[in-house]
């Protein structure tokens, strides 16, 4: 009896010790379950054109989906706007889905800067003004060379926007 007390408040006491130490949770790296590498098949690996939008520059599909035209540099954060047009953008969450050109590398593009973690998405579509919605997002790739940006609301591909990361 005395052995199994000892035991236990030793089980006790292990699991009650430090409490102030920080549990980190890795952030989810596989690609949402809606994606599929499918999309890549017949994707022509020019960099997107630019347009003026009122005072922009962006780069992407004139009157579907845009970034804001800022040089890309290799694993460095930087903050472009996206910008979907049309008056039938649904509503639902942006999922921004990286895909390097030749190698099929996967990867998210969304960096957010409080955190300093990347993730999938940078929030839901805001309210639609005048065939035009835009969201924030920090943004940046681990490596040169062309990557599609796959930009998704909800589980539907709205566009992609090829960039060249230097």
Not at 45 to 52: G, R
Not at 107 to 124: E, M
Not at 149 to 164: A, C, K, P, S, T
């Amino acid at each position: 009896m005395k052995k199994m007390l000892f035991i236990i408040t030793l089980l006790v006491l292990t699991a009650c010790g430090r409490v102030d130490q920080v549990v980190k949770i890795p952030i989810e790296k596989v690609p949402p379950k809606f994606f599929d590498i499918s999309v890549m098949e017949n994707i022509e690996w020019i960099e997107s054109p630019t347009f003026k939008y009122e005072t922009f520059e962006l780069r992407g599909i004139e009157g579907k989906v845009a970034i804001l035209s800022t040089p890309w540099k290799v694993n460095t954060p930087n903050k472009y706007m996206i910008h979907l047009f049309g008056n039938d953008i649904p509503s639902g969450v942006v999922n921004v889905i990286a895909v390097k050109k030749d190698t099929n590398e996967v990867t998210q593009a969304i960096y957010l800067s409080d955190s300093k973690i990347q993730a999938w998405s940078p929030g839901s579509v805001p309210a639609v003004v005048n065939g035009h919605a835009d969201i924030p997002a920090g943004m940046k790739l681990p490596s040169k060379g062309m990557w599609a940006l796959n930009i998704y609301v909800g589980e539907n591909l709205f566009g992609q926007i090829i960039v060249d990361v230097k």
